[in-house]
């Protein structure tokens, strides 16, 4: 039995869902509502003293990180696989999930918050509500990150090196995308599975200007990428329409303080 601990809109959670789905097993869902914040609740810190979704529970067996998590499921349902037979391509395609786990996901991290959850986490709550609910936070590092982006918004000092970084990583893909459909060529992989939350978050914060027009190939791998069934299943399904307007608004009114950022 699988049972994944998730949440609807993380970035983290999305990735493992697409590989649920991509091979067509059957899981129980236990969904997190983060805004309530249950992930910060003594019953899944006792699950994941990290307090971060998603976890998988294979047959009483935990696991966390959702890196490890899609390829535990790619090793132990192999069929259809999402890393490439041979070593050397399985060594490139592991450098793309290194891209994320070591910036992007902090980056994207980074823009969301500033673009939408700073509001919803300050709505309605006093400055000693929102210091207990940061205080709940076990990383520090994190904590104050959205201390600071709180306080500062987009005079925050990390705030550009997170567009940034993005818009570099966006331009590795339209080069690694010139020998073929997907990130790793012919094949769909974890590449692409782990990518896919990242661009679909700029996405539906209007952010597109960062591939659209300079990169097309980004722009065709994200249309392959939509129309996949798994990707309807594991994101579009799981989207509240109040939650994607939202994310829309908030773009469409910060893009010109990112294009600036981007270009300074």
Not at 92 to 99: D, G, I, S, V
Not at 188 to 204: I, K, N, Q
Not at 239 to 249: G, S, V
Request: charged share 25%; glycine share 4%.
């Amino acid at each position: 039995m699988l049972e994944l601990y998730h949440n609807n809109i993380s970035v983290c959670a999305q990735k493992v869902r697409l590989v649920l789905f991509e091979k067509k097993i059957p899981w129980i869902s236990r969904h997190l509502d983060l805004k309530r914040g249950d992930h910060l609740k003594p019953d899944f810190l006792a699950i994941n003293p990290k307090g971060l979704v998603p976890v998988l529970v294979h047959d009483g067996q935990t696991i966390i990180e959702s890196t490890l998590i899609c390829e535990y499921l790619d090793d132990v349902f192999p069929a259809p696989p999402l890393k490439p037979a041979e070593a050397l391509g399985r060594a490139r395609m592991r450098l793309w999930e290194k891209a994320v786990d070591e910036g992007l996901h902090v980056a994207c991290g980074t823009i969301s918050f500033i673009a939408v959850f700073a509001k919803q986490l300050s709505d309605d709550r006093s400055d000693q509500d929102i210091e207990a609910r940061l205080a709940l936070i076990p990383d520090p590092a994190r904590r104050e990150r959205q201390r600071q982006l709180l306080q500062l918004g987009f005079k925050a000092p990390f705030v550009k090196d997170a567009l940034k970084l993005h818009d570099k990583i966006l331009g590795e893909m339209e080069i690694a995308l010139q020998s073929g459909p997907w990130l790793m060529g012919a094949q769909f992989t974890l590449a692409d599975v782990v990518m896919a939350p990242y661009v679909e978050r700029l996405d539906r914060l209007t952010l597109s200007g960062l591939w659209n027009p300079e990169r097309p190939l980004v722009g065709e791998w994200f249309r392959r990428l939509r129309s996949r069934p798994s990707f309807a299943e594991a994101l579009d399904a799981f989207q509240p329409l109040d939650y994607t307007d939202l994310l829309r608004e908030q773009g469409r009114n910060l893009w010109p303080k990112f294009r600036e950022l981007l270009s300074a």
